[in-house]
T-cell receptor, first 114, second 114 residues
């Protein structure tokens, strides 16, 4: 079944550790997104990719980085985690032509940095 | 760029009553307006959307209306049920639709009291 997958679902890690949040989709979509969602509910775009080898920073400044080497895979990396990175991270994707704006979300990764 | 405002931030209704959530947008070039529902601990899911060539769209108990002149759109839920309790987000295309990015509203926490 076509879906968006994120791993891990929950992660508790100490300050200074390097982490990678995985996102993959079997939707056949070319565009992928990373959002940060704090308990205050708002969804903030932190990274965006049009396709392979194309990434942009989003509206909310983030110390994380992303890569897009394969169409279906869009991992997010934090080189040195800090308590301020504690949040929920949601990955999403969207397709082309008439349904290009319809974004489908993954289940999220809840990150806690101690 | 686009700016989306959403009201109210919280809404409590009795089961069976109607609920209305309103959003305004700033970019007159925006042409697509989705609504997402996020239940507690789950991913946001698209529940209904409207394009700028129509003024209203219905899907069973939910409907969305669009007023392009006033640049606002609303979600209407009739005969509310406890399972409608969730956070609802409106959105509009970023940069007038030049990209496929969406700008989300700040969310409305809807509580349906049985």
């Amino acid at each position: 079944e076509a879906d968006i997958y994120q791993t891990p679902r929950y992660l508790v890690i100490g300050t200074g550790k390097k982490i990678t949040l995985e996102c993959s989709q079997t939707m056949g979509h070319d565009k992928m997104y990373w959002y940060q969602q704090d308990p205050g509910m708002e969804l903030h775009l932190i990274h965006y990719s049009y396709g392979v080898n194309s990434t942009e920073k989003g509206d909310l400044s983030s110390e994380s980085t992303v890569s897009r080497i394969r169409t279906e895979h869009f991992p997010l990396t934090l080189e040195s985690a800090r308590p301020s990175h504690t949040s929920q991270y949601l990955c999403a994707s969207s397709g082309t032509s008439g349904r290009a704006y319809e974004q489908y979300f993954g289940p999220g990764t809840r990150l806690t940095v101690t | 760029g686009e700016n989306v405002e959403q009201h109210p931030s919280t809404l409590s209704v009795q089961e069976g009553d109607s609920a209305v959530i309103k959003c305004t947008y700033s970019d007159s070039a925006s042409n697509y307006f989705p609504w997402y529902k996020q239940e507690l601990g789950k991913r946001p899911q698209l529940i209904i959307d409207i394009r700028s060539n129509v003024g209203e769209k219905k899907d069973q108990r939910i409907a969305v209306t669009l007023n392009k002149t006033a640049k606002h759109f609303s979600l209407h839920i009739t005969e509310t049920q406890p399972e409608d309790s969730a956070v609802y987000f409106c959105a509009a295309p970023s940069e007038g639709g030049a990209t496929n990015k969406l700008i989300f509203g700040t969310g409305t926490l809807l509580a349906v009291q049985p």
